[in-house]
């Protein structure tokens, strides 16, 4: 099988598992694990954060960062799209007792000005607007890329009105590595960054949450009460600084593929459109079938793609995905 449902069904190489095995480690809970002490401070000196925690899932980090930013009632502006909203399981709600302001915007990215429009005035009717989630890559607008000058605006507009500004970049270094833009922009726009090593980056397990200084202790906290808190961990951390140091540039392979995937896509049978191809996901919407259905006859053929909205199939390429595979979709849809 060819598996392109998404790029977490990577499996760590022989490299990477080497790394982990030769870890140096610790218990983390109460001492700090030498090995993940290193990777959260390299990953907040690259991205000129004050501090960097890690977490066993994009979630948690997400979570948590939600939790530490806000106070009970209040509201999370995102887009409808996005996954702190719609593939946490209700986790705002729940975790923060928070509600979610959803704005439209395109292939999932919101701007400063529909932001700005949306902040509720202090009235006690309203939920009190106290933080901006964006998300970069964008998973349901296909992969797609915020441009800094808009994350600089909406930076702008959190400034001016009290509001924190979080960044889901479960996949920002597929977004880094097409701009060609350097980490260390980044990290000053922001309160919090998650950013998640088992997608494109090819970790098994991992995810690291950069905020400033004075979130650092509720962080802490927070991570412990929701059973974050994990001991001999720098096997997993060894994981990530092997993917850090072995799997950044890579990711421009998987762009590549996912473009030529993208255009065969649009000349195959059943397929309407392509969304734009930015990074590593191609979103086809069909015509004549159903997702379900699609996906049989592609899977009979030795080919995994997901459902993604009631007439749209999503496929990711990564790591574990080369061009071989490559040729033997190709030829399949010709
Ligand atoms: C954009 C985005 N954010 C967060 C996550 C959550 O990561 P995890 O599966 O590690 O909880 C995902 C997972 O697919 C994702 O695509």
Do not use: W
Not at 78 to 92: Q, R
């Amino acid at each position: 099988m060819i598996d392109l449902r998404s790029d977490t069904i990577t499996k760590p190489t022989p490299g990477m598992l080497d790394a982990m095995m030769s870890a140096e480690v610790g218990d983390d809970v109460f001492d700090g694990d030498p090995t993940t002490s290193l990777l959260q401070n390299r990953l907040a000196e690259m991205f000129r954060m004050d501090k960097a925690l890690f977490f066993p899932s994009g979630t948690m980090a997400n979570q948590v960062a939600l939790r530490i930013q806000t106070n009970p009632q209040d509201e999370v502006i995102c887009h409808k799209h996005s996954h702190i909203y719609l593939y946490e399981g209700g986790g705002m709600a729940a975790n923060s007792q928070l509600s979610p302001k959803l704005l439209e915007g395109d292939r999932g990215r919101i701007t400063a000005e529909t932001v700005d429009a949306s902040i509720n005035s202090d009235d006690i009717h309203y939920p009190k607007s106290s933080l901006v989630g964006i998300e970069n890559t964008m998973n349901r607008g296909g992969g797609s890329i915020y441009s800094l000058e808009e994350i600089m605006k909406i930076r702008k507009v959190c400034d001016e009105n009290g509001l924190n500004l979080h960044m889901d970049g479960a996949r920002l270094f597929n977004a880094l590595v097409e701009t060609g833009e350097n980490p260390d922009e980044y990290g000053p726009l922001f309160d919090t960054i998650s950013i998640c090593f088992s997608k494109g980056l090819g970790a098994p397990i991992g995810s690291v949450l950069l905020m400033k200084r004075e979130l650092y202790p509720k962080a802490l906290r927070v991570r412990k009460m929701m059973g974050g808190g994990m001991r001999q961990v720098g096997y997993l951390a060894a994981a990530c600084l092997y993917a850090l140091d072995h799997h950044i540039d890579r990711l421009k392979e998987d762009h590549r593929r996912a473009r030529i995937l993208g255009e065969a896509l649009s000349k195959s049978q059943y397929v309407q459109n392509v969304l734009p191809v930015d990074t590593n996901i191609v979103i086809v919407e069909l015509n004549g079938i159903t997702p379900a259905d699609y996906l049989e006859t592609l899977a009979k053929k030795g080919v995994k793609a997901v459902a993604f909205g009631a007439n749209a199939v999503r496929f990711v390429t990564h790591l574990d995905f080369g061009d071989n595979d490559l040729e033997i979709i190709l030829t399949l849809l010709k």
